[in-house]
Each structure stands twice: as C-alpha cells, then as structure tokens.
C-alpha cells in the first residue's frame, strides 16, 4: 500500500470550452509542510516520517493500545512433568471486542521463541504460530492493529519465567525450574539467568551462534506475517538486561536487518536495556539502526514501589520527556511499549492520569500493561476470582480519554483534561494530506457535546467511536480542534 503524498491534480475544464474556450491550466500541486526533508518509509499498514508514526494516507498516527499475554502463547508450561508457572487467560473474540469498548486500537502480543523452536533441531512450530495468527485475525475483525513482541523476562522458562527454549541456555542450566512462579525477581538476578544473557549478548562464538539462530527464528514469524494487514511490526527483544550498550547495538542490527528483509512493509521495534525503565534517562544514540525503526522504551517510574505522598507529575516527567529525545538521537519514531501501575495501589488514580497526560506531551503512542492477569501483581483491567473477570470500571474510567487517532498534518501540541473534559489540538496542515484529521472518544466518555474547529462549532457524527474532521484541509497553517464531553468523577 503505497502513501500519496501529492495531490493527484487533473486539469479542470473551463464550463466555457464547448464554445471554444482553452482548458483552463492545471493547478500546482501543494507543496507539503512536513518539519523535515527526509523521504518517509512508506510501510504498511503504518509507517514512518519525521519521527512521526504515520498511516497508508500520510496522517500522523496516535496508538492507544495494551499488552495481552495469551494462553498458548505466553510459553509458561513444561510438558516433562513441571508444574507450569503461572495460569495466563485466553484470548476470545470477547476480549477483542471488549479492548475496543476500552478505547483500545492497539495490542502488544508477546510471543517467545521457546514457543516458535521449542526444540533445537525440530524446526519452527508452526501450530504455535497458528495460535499467533488466531488472535491477529481476532484483532482484525476489531479493527485493532497488533505489535509482535520478541518477548522474554529473566531469559526463559527454564530458569525464570519466559523467553528462549532449554536448548539455547548457555551455558547449560544446573537447576531447571517449575511453578508456581513466586520468585520472579530473585529468578532475575539469579547466577544462571545472568550467565545466560551475557552468553546470548557476549562475544564467544556460542554467543554469535545463539544470536544467529534467534534471528533466523524472528525473520521466520516474520515472514509469516508481513502480510497480515493486523500486523504494525515486530519489538526484536523485550527489557535485554546484563548487557552493553555495545552489544546491544550489535544484536539490533543483526537482527533488524534478518526482520527487515523478511518483512519489509513492517515496522520494527527496538528497546533500551531494561534499567531504563526505572531511570529519567538513558544514552543517547548515534544514527539510524535501519530503515522504519521505532524506539520502544518502558515507562515505570515508582512504579513498582509505594508510590511517594510526596511526588508531583513533575518529579516522574523527566523520564517520559528524555524519551522523546533518546528517540530522534536514533533518527526513530517512538512508542512507549509498557507503561502502568498497579490499580489497587497508592495514588493510583493520580501516577495513571499523569502518565496519560505526559504521553500526549510527549506525542507518544503507548501500550498499558496489562490486559488481564490472575498471577503476580494482578494488573490489569479486570478483577479475577472463582467466578471469572469482572471488568474494573473505575480503572476504565480514569483511562478513558480523547486523543488524536490520526492528523492530517503536524501536531504542535495535544492533551486531554479529565476533570473539564475538554480536549484540544494545535496543528500545522498539510495541504497534501486529502484524509480528514480523526479524532477517538473511549466510548464510556460518551458523544461530544461540543467540537470546534477554530472556535468555529461544527457538527460531525460520532461513527465507531471517532469523529472525522476536514478541519484545515486543503491548506498548510495552524489550526485548532477543541472536543468537550462530559467530565468523568
């Protein structure tokens, strides 16, 4: 699917050239008022351009997604004997549904190479990714679009909770582990776990061979998905720890180009090391790792830790506004692939809304963990006991929000205000762009009472939670959405 980035232009007959007037001449196409002279990387179904995430019409794209770990996907079972880690839920066309009741038009799958080779001659696993290709289906029917995550957390099953199969920890376990999974972050720090990664990062030729074999497996899920229209990209690892930047840098190279040329249309994701998640700032980069790349930090300041009385929004800013500039520091678009904070907890209604508030300061595109959870921390968006999931409607409520999905231009600035409702963009238009600027509603915020294009009411219908805008169409200066709906308590 390629971008139109000019005007189509046909000339326009004059209404007097049956009486043997000359066509009048064709009009100049608009030039385009986007803030830099790079060529975009024209994807599918998004792509990139000027650090911005852009769709198939060229408009900058804003995700508002969420993590989901499924069942027989999430690779936490042993089939020696082993109890399994942890119970993960399934994935139903309810759930489906259900994220986009949220406001949700995003989801992060995290898949894990212990799934796709579980073994170390038997080749791909290709009802493992049958299963994968369910759920994209699912996600397609609800117009939600999916990020495929190369997922692992204390680097596999074996010794921690997912990620790589037995045969690729190096060197060789000296105690397998079972459920049920209490331990998790002793199991993070554990000698086996770090042996393993600096194994995976490091420079003997047991790690050079690992590496390969990862990537081959990455480019062929790739492969078998770059043509799923659900599919926005791949996150090439999840939170790498007991690594170099050096190193890193060595294995998102290899393994972007493996995922680049098996997918080309596709974007592809990269993350710091995993102690970003806790810092206000990491290392910045030294030019592109590839063409269509998207820098993919997580955002968990305090967030797994009592959350202080006296904290302000501005002592947890910094770490959301650095991203912004690691990001253009790799000459990337970004995307903040996990962010949240348990519901029950301290202050939690606070640290959401703010966090909310700084990805819009930010133009950030995100990810909340988590979806459903029964095990650990009990994150998520549903209440689970003996009679099932019981969705946390006042967790639904502190999220819901108006955001620019999409704009036909260059966004100076975005928010949201909960407590008044009001919500207000500032863009420059791009004269090139014919698709109208859309703007979504969480549904449980109800219809507008009121939206204004330059203070100008206008009146445009509410269709499958969003509202579509010709506001600025057509030219190339600043303009103003403002959206008010009914204030949530």
């Not at 393993?196 to 998905?225: I, N, Q, W």
């Not at 999931?389 to 639904?396: G, I, M, Q, Y």
Request: overall charge negative; hydrophobic content about 40%.
């Amino acid at each position: 699917m390629k971008f139109r980035w000019f005007l189509l232009v046909l000339g326009v007959l004059s209404l007097g050239a049956a009486c043997g007037e000359e066509d009048s001449p064709a009009p100049v196409p608009a030039a385009s008022t986007a803030p830099c002279k790079e060529a975009p990387f024209v994807g599918s179904p998004l792509g990139l351009r000027c650090g911005h995430v852009i769709d198939a019409q060229g408009r900058v794209v804003n995700l508002w997604g969420v993590n989901a770990r499924v069942d027989g996907i999430f690779d936490v079972s042993f089939d020696d004997g082993r109890i399994a880690l942890e119970t993960i839920p399934p994935f139903t066309a309810e759930d489906a549904a259900q994220m986009r009741a949220w406001g949700f038009d995003a989801l992060r799958l995290p898949i894990n190479w212990s799934g796709v080779e579980p073994t170390r001659d038997g080749g791909f696993k290709e009802e493992y990714l049958d299963r994968v290709q369910q759920v994209l289906d699912l996600a397609k029917a609800q117009g939600i679009l999916v990020l495929i995550d190369f997922h692992q957390d204390a680097y596999g099953k074996d010794i921690g909770e997912d990620g790589a199969p037995l045969w690729a920890i190096e060197p060789p376990p000296t105690e397998l582990l079972q459920g049920p999974l209490e331990d998790l972050e002793k199991r993070r720090l554990s000698p086996q776990v770090k042996a393993a990664f600096e194994t995976f990062f490091g420079d003997s030729p047991k790690g050079a061979e690992l590496r390969e074999r990862f990537c081959k497996m990455a480019a062929h899920v790739a492969a078998r998905f770059k043509d799923h229209p659900a599919v926005l990209g791949f996150e090439l690892f999840n939170e790498p720890v007991f690594v170099t930047n050096a190193q890193l840098l060595r294995f998102h190279q290899q393994a972007f180009a493996a995922v680049r040329a098996a997918a080309p249309s596709k974007l592809v994701l990269f993350e710091p090391p995993a102690e970003r998640n806790f810092l206000d700032s990491f290392a910045l980069g030294d030019g592109p790792i590839g063409e269509g790349t998207v820098y993919a930090p997580h955002i968990y300041k305090f967030a797994f830790t009592t959350f202080p009385a006296s904290a302000t929004k501005e002592r947890i800013a910094k770490q959301n506004l650095t991203a912004r500039d690691e990001a253009a520091s790799w000459k990337a678009g970004m995307m903040i692939t996990e962010w949240g904070y348990d519901p029950n907890g301290n202050r939690a209604e606070e640290y959401l809304t703010w966090q909310r508030e700084l990805q819009d300061e930010i133009q950030a595109s995100s990810f909340l963990w988590l979806w459903k959870e029964e095990s650990q921390g009990r994150w998520g968006c549903f209440d689970h006991n003996a009679s099932g999931w019981t969705e946390r409607s006042r967790l639904k409520e502190i999220l819901a929000r108006v955001r620019p999905a999409a704009i036909a231009g260059w966004p100076k600035q975005y928010n949201y205000d909960r407590a008044t409702g009001v919500f207000l963009l500032t863009f420059t238009a791009d004269p090139t762009l014919q698709a109208p600027t859309r703007i979504a509603i969480s549904p449980v915020l109800g219809p507008p009472i009121e939206v204004r294009c330059d203070g100008t009411m206008v009146s445009v219908p509410l269709q499958d939670g969003a509202l579509d805008l010709d506001c600025g169409r057509g030219t190339s200066s600043k303009h103003t959405i403002t959206v008010k709906v009914k204030p949530l308590p």
